[in-house]
């Protein structure tokens, strides 16, 4: 390779880092370790894991040569003499500090009560076999939160099926799948045939469960509509309406409990969650699993009413999707953004059996990046 002639000034070396000047623009700092970490030859090929172990160095790393050659920074290391090579375009890709871009946030797209008719819906036979179709399904739980898939095989392993197009079964406390019918001995509302307020699953774990399956197996009953609301639609109202509520909400952890015969979960979580970016990410909400607020009583005069008026605008009817699920179908949904409930049912009608299980969130995510093929070592 030919070294390219450059002005002197095009790169400074320092005693921790250099700098340098890239598309003919204001020199950029770059940290001596942090390019000896991120060399192409620390990472390997096959597994994509970084194979240097930058705390064997005896040192810290400095130059004995660096050069511009063929649009590229080249670095040979005094301590062992290895040499690396950075494509100036790579080093200006990673100039300013920000986080690395993720295909995988999208723009979510808020939906109301007239969402039924609107709903993404796709067949569980397409999803599994097109992948165009799987695509489309992964992007409208993406922006959504929510799809149903129809043509549910009658059958406990069409539900493991249809969890592993997106990760695999994810154990909460109570196992890897659940069964909502009228249990003998219930532990949870949902094992009743009473109503079962707006909420989302399972608040009392450290990290909830990110992705709920809820696949219709029998429903004959008389009344138990499914009510479904976009929680970060509510959210969105809020903070246009009460941006002081909202922020207390998005700001303050509150206890959630789980407590029975064989349990006892505990978990704080925020009413309203926030991405990275500002945006609303999701909800938690469960008034039948909220613990006894233990927070300063003079704070609570505050709190409660912002707590209280997030509560009843998930209630509010522009925002409820109510509907009924019916056999063969199985509803998929965030459940960090989507708030659902059930309406009471007469158990004696008919027969009602929802079975269930979770896969995370960031499952969901790591297939759009491998659909939308943006990751770090795509070709």
Known sequence: MATLAAPVQSLVLHDTGLEIALDQGPRHYF????????????????????????FAEPAAPHPATAHIIDDALVIEWANGGHRSTYPLSWLADHATP????????????????????????????????DRAVFKSWVHALLTDGVAMLDGMPDSDEGLTQAANLLGFP?????????DVNVH????????????????????AEDLPPGVQF??????????????????????????????????????????????????????RQRVIELDDQGDIAGVTMSQHMADVFDHDQRFLDAYYPAFCRFGRLLQDPRFVMRFRLNAGECIVFDNHRIVHARAAFVAESGERHMRGTYTDRGELRSRWRKLAGEGRFSA
């Open 98 to 129: 920000k986080p690395r871009h993720d295909p995988a946030i999208l723009p979510r797209k808020h939906w109301f009560g007239d969402h039924y008719a609107k709903m993404a819906r796709y067949s569980f036979e397409a999803v599994s076999t």
């Open 214 to 267: 809820l696949h219709c197996r029998r429903n004959s009953v008389k009344g138990g509509e499914s009510l479904f609301v976009d929680g970060a639609a509510a959210a969105a109202e809020l903070r246009r309406t009460h941006p002081v509520d909202f922020r207390l909400l998005c700001d303050t952890l509150v206890p959630f409990y789980n407590e029975h015969n064989a349990y006892d979960m505990r978990a």
């Open 184 to 203: 003998a001995d219930p532990d949870n509302l949902a094992y009743t045939a009473k109503a079962l307020e707006l909420h989302t699953d399972v608040p």
């Open 31 to 54: 940290n001596y370790h942090w390019l000896r970490d991120n060399c192409a030859t620390s990472f390997d090929p096959e597994t994509r894991e970084r194979i240097y172990d930058i």
């Open 170 to 178: 994810r154990p909460t406390f109570f196992g890897l799948y659940f």
